[in-house]
């Protein structure tokens, strides 16, 4: 017998996940080897159809794991952390910009966040078709270092928007450290000792 659900939970790391049935709240543990396509990573949200076996341990688990066309709309929770995430990352551009325009920044910072953003939600973007096809991945160094760089707001829209690396705890404390020492490097930059130093390096006269 066959039951449908949707997998609410995914390690893709780990490949592992849980799959919520339809009928109720009971999950069910499902592992990538279970999958009937192997060309195609499980992703939270994502309608599956599965048979329910039991294990050595008498432990429910799906197996002949197929991928049902389509996607169940995204939660209201989901759908606040994307919006809450576009207004600070459009918030912080306006701050950008307006350091900028008053004098306070060089133009090419500006230039460097929108640049360093686009590239970063492209490469997060490539990693997760990369998982999903089973290709080479981008190693979580490079997607740090974006970030750290400045293409963090890039980075947290493809987190949300893209739902890739969202949910892994140790990458999330990573990232978030990244935005911070980031941002602490801005705010330097607007002392009279950063300013100094930033247009030298980019040998403008003060």
């Known amino acids: 017998m066959r039951y449908q659900g949707k997998i609410t939970s995914w390690n893709d790391d780990q490949g592992f996940g849980f799959i919520t049935k339809h009928s109720g709240v009971e999950q069910v543990f499902v592992h990538i080897n279970a999958c009937t396509n192997r060309k195609r990573r499980p992703t939270e949200n994502q309608i599956v159809s599965y048979e329910l076996k039991t294990d050595q341990k008498g432990r429910m688990r799906a197996e002949n794991v197929a ?50 953003s686009i590239m970063a939600f492209a490469a997060y973007a490539l990693d997760k078709s990369a998982a999903q096809n089973n290709h080479w991945r981008t190693p979580e160094s490079t997607l740090h270092l974006l970030g750290l760089i400045g293409g963090w707001p890039g980075a947290l829209l493809a987190q949300r928007f893209l739902r890739h690396k969202s949910k892994k705890q140790s990458f999330q404390i990573t990232f978030w450290a990244t935005v911070i020492i980031n941002c602490g490097g801005l705010i330097w930059l607007h002392t009279v000792e950063g300013s100094v130093v930033l247009h030298s390096i980019l040998n403008v006269k003060v």
Not at 80 to 101: M, N, P, T
């Open 67 to 116: 991928f049902v066309v389509g996607r169940l709309p995204a939660t209201s929770s989901t759908q606040d952390r994307r919006s809450i995430s576009l207004v600070w990352v459009i918030l912080f551009v306006i701050l950008v910009a307006a350091s900028v325009f008053a004098g306070k920044l060089p133009t090419i910072v500006l230039g460097f966040y929108l640049s360093a």
